[in-house]
């Protein structure tokens, strides 16, 4: 028995380039500067000053002539600056994914299915008689064969309709998804950074439904004093502002693009750390941020209720600890009859990837 053996630690033993090293740390810094590519290399330098990320033989400047010849970042003559391009943008959504969905435990294969057996493309184990308006590749020919040999014998072998066994398949439910996310000033808090993990789990997420499941939609809307969607591309560009929290703007606005969708399945994910304290009423804004207003509570537990009935459930992340604001997170889960998780920031992709992948949410007709 050889027992452990110790070895010298490699850092190029994994196979990756210096270069690749280079661009994963590069690609995690341009998700907290908002996609300044200015920002994030001088962190970078700053990096490399105290942990000699180069070497004589390869320098920064190698680094960023290398991210432009590999088309991660390019120059914007108009604007006079270093700008990422798209190729940035996917590389972040897809880096985002494999950061939180691939720590994950995955469930079998074909998620989103519902209980309801239908013609999809996951088969189960569960066999039945056919039935007239069967198609013809539901058919169990391995044992609508073996029935005509119990039922008329080897020797004059014949099929009936009786002995034919169809395949049972799970119908597997398309979903329209709305993720909403607080960008008010209370997202950057407390010297805690609650936007750039919000802003992981939507480009994890946006990645994960554009790959796996094509035929779903996903929307992002985010919401401060007003309620607005944003493209995914521009998930990395996403920060706060000075704004208060108008979740009643951003319900409103889900519910709008949710109506236009023709996926049966509809639901709404909301990433919130506060309470809300805003209210759009005509032109003005009223706000009040000193506890709970019951004017602007009561119209939020009017769409929690809304949306219940037009079959929408609403999954509240609250990244907050606040008894009093769970509590009105708990009437609101309540009022919709949806979900709430009390998610710490770390635990915040984790929820989320757990409860959309669960495929627990019926198909509605």
């Not at 028995?1 to 341009?30: S, V, W």
């Not at 996903?218 to 004093?225: A, P, Q």
Request: with cysteine; hydrophobic share 35%.
């Amino acid at each position: 028995m050889l027992g452990h053996r110790f070895i010298k630690f490699d850092p190029n033993a994994n196979g990756k380039t210096k270069f690749e090293q280079m661009l994963d740390l590069f690609m995690q810094l341009l998700t907290y500067a908002n996609g300044d590519v200015s920002e994030a290399l001088q962190w970078m330098n700053e990096l490399d000053k105290k942990y000699q990320l180069t070497d004589d033989e390869y320098g920064m400047g190698d680094f960023i002539d290398d991210l432009k010849k590999e088309g991660y970042i390019k120059d914007d003559n108009e604007k006079g600056q270093i700008v990422i391009t798209g190729k940035s943008e996917q590389s972040i959504r897809k880096r985002s994914l494999e950061e939180i969905f691939g720590k994950l435990k995955k469930s079998r294969q074909g998620d989103h299915s519902t209980k309801k057996p239908g013609l999809g493309d996951e088969i189960s184990p569960d066999h039945r008689p056919f039935q007239f308006g069967d198609m013809l590749e539901q058919i169990n020919f391995t044992e609508s064969i073996r029935n005509a040999q119990i039922n008329h014998g080897v020797e004059n072998f014949n099929m009936q309709e009786d002995d034919l066994q169809i395949r049972e398949t799970d119908f597997k439910a398309q979903t329209s998804t709305v993720l909403m996310i607080d960008i008010s000033h209370s997202m950057i808090l407390y010297g805690e950074d609650r936007i750039t993990p919000a802003k992981k789990v939507a480009m994890a997420l946006s990645e994960l439904i554009t790959t796996k499941y094509p035929k779903d939609t996903l929307d992002i809307v985010v919401f401060g004093n007003d309620a607005w969607p944003v493209e995914i591309k521009d998930l990395p560009y996403l920060q706060v502002g000075p704004y208060h929290t108008n979740t009643v703007a951003g319900l409103e606005l889900a519910m709008d693009i949710l109506r236009k969708r023709r996926n049966p399945n509809k639901q709404i994910f909301m990433i919130t750390d506060g309470k809300p304290t805003c209210l759009k009423i005509g032109g003005r804004y009223y706000k009040n941020s000193f506890g709970l207003d019951r004017k602007i509570t009561n119209r939020c537990l009017n769409l929690a209720a809304q949306c219940k009935k037009l079959k929408i459930p609403i999954t509240t992340f609250m990244i907050a600890s606040d008894p009093y604001l769970q509590r009105f997170v708990n009437e609101f889960t309540e009022t919709n009859n949806g979900k709430a998780f009390f998610a710490s920031l770390d635990r915040l992709g984790a929820f989320i990837f757990k409860d959309f992948e669960s495929g627990k949410r019926k198909t509605v007709f």
